[in-house]
């Protein structure tokens, strides 16, 4: 099922995209043209306590809007391990520090025009918190809600972000585990 | 906590996404760039009957990787609406007719660096099957899945198309509901 390269042309090398247009030709023998936006991949995490979440609310500039999210950022050193990236943006965008990261796989956001991964993890065992780290060009609001109004916002479309709602769909199986136990 | 446009840079204009840098003022004061994607939205459609969800398996280029995704597409025609593209997308890619579009909200895939929303629909009342329709560079396999196992699948990191891991969630609360009824 594959597709044969036939010509690579480089569009663009920005700070966190490249752009590539690329002329293929299709196990058919058509040919046709691929335009694909490189990301370094990214890390997203979900930090639960005592039946708590906690999610950041910023403005996203390509959508104009204010959007409340899950921790996340992108994998930013060469070779940075996932859960590395999960532990850092965590810290930096909460304040929070966690024992625990449970992997709850990965998610392709838009796999047909990029090649985006996001490793999805849940965090417990939150230590105090501590002050934000954020970038210059970061301004982020953290919000604590209940895990089942968290659960529920994603499930009656409140909350929008993809990333955010697979965490929720990923994470219920364990959260429901941790519940069980109480 | 928008931030102001200071200048735009078109860098690329293609058949699907179009890429454009800015320089930006935050509402600090502090001056930045954003590399943004334009991506036209799309409409992706669970359908369902009998406990049954069907999908397509089809390579995607970005991540040279074969995937499971909810039949979808970009709204191609100006001003589709979104329901009319699910409707279109479900026929050419299924080859499935559907009685009943229920609106699922919309998801943003990747807000960090680009403006892609997807409206998300649950087909049901499916008629019979007509053959495929695709276009000229699809190649597209139709797969039948229980909806139990479905779910369980993106549940469990099997299945990892951020907008079908999002129809799988928002879809849930009206499956039970359908269940219930019989």
């Given at each position: 099922m594959k597709e044969k390269v036939l010509e690579e042309l480089r569009i663009f090398e920005g700070k966190v995209i490249g752009v590539r247009k690329y002329r293929v030709e299709l196990p058919n023998g058509v040919e046709s043209t691929r335009e694909v936006v490189r990301h370094p991949g990214a890390a997203a995490v979900l930090p639960y306590t005592n039946g708590k979440v906690f999610l950041v609310r910023q403005y996203r500039f390509p959508i104009d809007e204010e959007l409340l999210e899950a921790p996340a950022g992108?994998?930013?050193?060469?070779g940075e391990a996932p859960e590395e990236c999960a532990r850092r943006e965590l810290e930096e965008e909460t304040g929070f520090k966690a024992n625990t990261f449970m992997y709850l796989g990965y998610i392709y956001t838009t796999p047909g025009f990029s090649d985006?991964?996001?490793h999805l993890y849940?965090?417990?065992g939150l230590e105090e918190k501590k002050s934000q780290n954020l970038d210059e060009d970061e301004?982020?609001?953290v919000v604590e809600?209940?895990?089942e109004?968290?659960?529920?916002?994603c499930l009656e479309g409140k909350i929008v972000d993809s990333k955010t709602i697979a965490l929720?769909?990923?994470?219920?199986?364990?959260i429901g585990t941790l519940h069980s136990d109480q």
């Open positions: 992108k994998l930013d050193v060469v985006e991964i996001i849940l965090a417990t301004i982020i609001d809600m209940d895990w109004e968290f659960y529920r916002a929720a769909l990923r994470a219920s199986k364990i």
